[in-house]
């Protein structure tokens, strides 16, 4: 703890306290995720060192440094400042294609990354990826990751992910999943980054369903074929309705592209959703990739909205890990 100078609090977290600090040495700024670990978040805080040990790559978050004691875990990453959600809300942010193309094209590269080392986020949304200054992406919270494996009859929890980016699979009990949760969420994300505004803000997993829905219909042998191998697909019953004919109702751009990317990743059938290196692929980013004057000019100027206890407890951090 020696090599570090705590400069201020940056917040509170799920499990614990976030401090902003120095390294003595060089000089350069990290943050500091101090958890104490129960037996209620032992298996949550254990996913996050190991995938953040085992994930390097440019856009995700990077781990710098462990510490433990006997009751806590310490994680040092990179202090990255901002988060998506305060780009999604700021008024003055361009609302160009350049400028989502900019963000998109960076969290599927980590994505494709995590992906291909048979990892899954199973929580994106926008407070769980980081914005740099420069508007560099970072992925990060990992507390709900998990490996995937190739098996039809490999089972994992169906209580993942937070509510307006699960997954309909998720939200009707499926154990047997795959990365596609993932692209669920970034479809949502990519609605919301375009709307400013969530995509589908259900308050409970039944007005969460309702509002899937009324957009791409009650399920039927065309919408969703694997219906019926849902756990929980005959305990609801709900009126017919179609899919929503004209996107642009729901995502309110002209661009045809980016309404095509959308249509690739939230549709209720998980296997037709694209794969983050086929969306990669797409030619949203494939043409038009002049450099974006607007990505140059902007500058993020509201740090994370974290919430801030009145008083901190003290931090005391055992040997490294």
């Known amino acids: 703890m020696d090599r570090y100078e705590i400069l201020r609090p940056a917040g509170q977290g799920a499990y614990g306290i976030v401090l902003r600090a120095r390294i003595k040495e060089s000089g350069k700024t990290v943050a500091i995720k101090k958890m104490t670990v129960t037996t209620r978040n032992r298996l949550q805080i254990l996913r996050e060192l190991c995938t953040l040990r085992n994930l390097h790559h440019s856009k995700v978050l ?89 098996d039809e009859d490999r089972e994992y929890e169906e209580n993942v992910a937070t509510r307006q980016y699960r997954a309909p699979e998720l939200l009707f009990g499926s154990r047997r999943y ?21 995509l589908f803000p259900g308050h409970s997993d039944l007005e969460q369903i309702s509002r899937i829905f009324s957009v791409l219909g009650t399920p039927s042998e065309e919408t969703w074929p694997s219906w019926n191998t849902m756990p929980d697909a005959t305990k609801l019953i709900f009126d017919n309705m179609a899919p929503v004919e004209d996107m642009r109702v729901i995502v309110h751009t002209t661009n045809s592209a980016v309404i095509d990317l959308f249509k690739r990743q939230v549709c209720l059938e998980s296997s037709w959703r694209w794969s983050a290196a086929q969306l990669l692929r797409h030619s949203f980013f494939t043409t038009d990739l002049r450099d974006c004057q607007s990505v140059l000019q902007y500058r993020p100027h509201r740090e994370r909205s974290l919430s801030v206890p009145r008083r901190l407890p003290r931090l005391r951090i055992g040997p490294h890990v």
């Open 62 to 150: 990077k781990l710098v440094d462990v510490f433990c004691s006997r009751d806590s875990l310490s994680l040092v990453t990179e202090f990255v400042p901002y988060h998506l959600n305060d780009i999604i809300t700021d008024p003055q942010r361009p609302k160009d294609d350049g400028f989502l193309r900019h963000f998109f094209i960076q969290i599927l590269q980590g994505m494709k990354h995590m992906h291909s080392l048979g990892i899954m986020h199973r929580d994106l949304k926008p407070e769980n990826i980081l914005v740099s200054s420069r508007c560099i992406v970072k992925i990060a919270d990992f507390g709900q990751a998990c490996l995937y494996f190739k």
């Open 178 to 198: 795959t990365p596609s949760v993932d692209i669920w969420a970034l479809g949502c994300i990519l609605a919301e980054f375009v709307n400013a505004s969530a």
